[in-house]
């Protein structure tokens, strides 16, 4: 287990990067002044926790996500404070997952980086769509650059109006919505980002939009 933990902390550390060979194991039993026996049983328990993998007639090498493997291994009693977007599908997630992801901080894109960013959460969901269309990368970068941040595409969302059954009003993009009551996520969410490019291209200045601002998507 000190061999196994040592080595765990080294990748998780970066020390040992993705596809980086271990040692062999009688090189390696040397080394440390053990058994070669030892060596393979402190290999084969970092295999069976996805750190590293083993291959015949090959030398060990770090698995390709063996830092978030090594840290769940060091840690594995470590509850995941996780921040950001409000979201349906992920909290029939979390539901699922107990008591090893805690929501923490306030809902919304923007409130969930910064939790990253003061060190009060783990991680954050995010759905920024940036003005180049692409989504999250530049404002990832500009929050959480200095500390080389990690993003995870999960899922892709369809994002629309949802309006009184047969559309009397006859909506069919943002515009004319400045002179409606519209129920919208509160600045900082994602959703609200999106709603407020979508209104300055159709020539509506955001502000002028009247209706409650909410702080989840069922609300």
Do not use: C, K
């Not at 809902?107 to 954050?124: H, I, K, M, N, Y």
């Not at 769509?129 to 892709?156: I, K, M, Q």
């Amino acid at each position: 287990m000190q061999i196994a933990n040592d080595l765990a902390r080294r990748v998780r550390s970066g020390e040992l990067t993705t596809g980086a060979e271990l040692p062999g194991v009688r090189e390696y039993a040397r080394t440390l002044g053990t058994t070669s026996s030892t060596v393979v049983r402190a290999y084969r328990y970092l295999a069976d926790g996805a750190v590293i993998t083993m291959a015949d007639r090959r030398r060990a090498q770090v698995a390709g996500e063996g830092a978030i493997a090594a840290a769940r291994l060091l840690e594995p009693g470590r509850v995941f404070r996780l921040a950001g977007s409000d979201d349906p599908a992920l909290g029939i997630l979390l539901n699922r997952l107990g008591a090893a992801v805690r929501p923490v901080g306030m809902r919304g894109s923007f409130p969930g980086l910064r939790a990253v960013a003061r060190g009060e959460a783990d991680g954050a969901v995010i759905h920024l769509r940036h003005r180049d269309g692409v989504y999250n990368e530049a404002f990832v970068r500009s929050v959480l650059g200095r500390d080389e941040p990690h993003l995870l595409h999960l899922w892709r969302r369809e994002q629309g109006l949802i309006v009184p059954a047969g559309n009397p009003r006859g909506l069919t993009s943002a515009a004319g919505l400045g002179s409606l009551q519209v129920a919208r996520r509160e600045v900082g969410a994602g959703t609200r980002a999106l709603l407020d490019q979508l209104l300055l291209v159709e020539g509506t200045a955001p502000d002028t939009v009247a209706g409650p601002e909410l702080s989840s998507h069922m609300e």
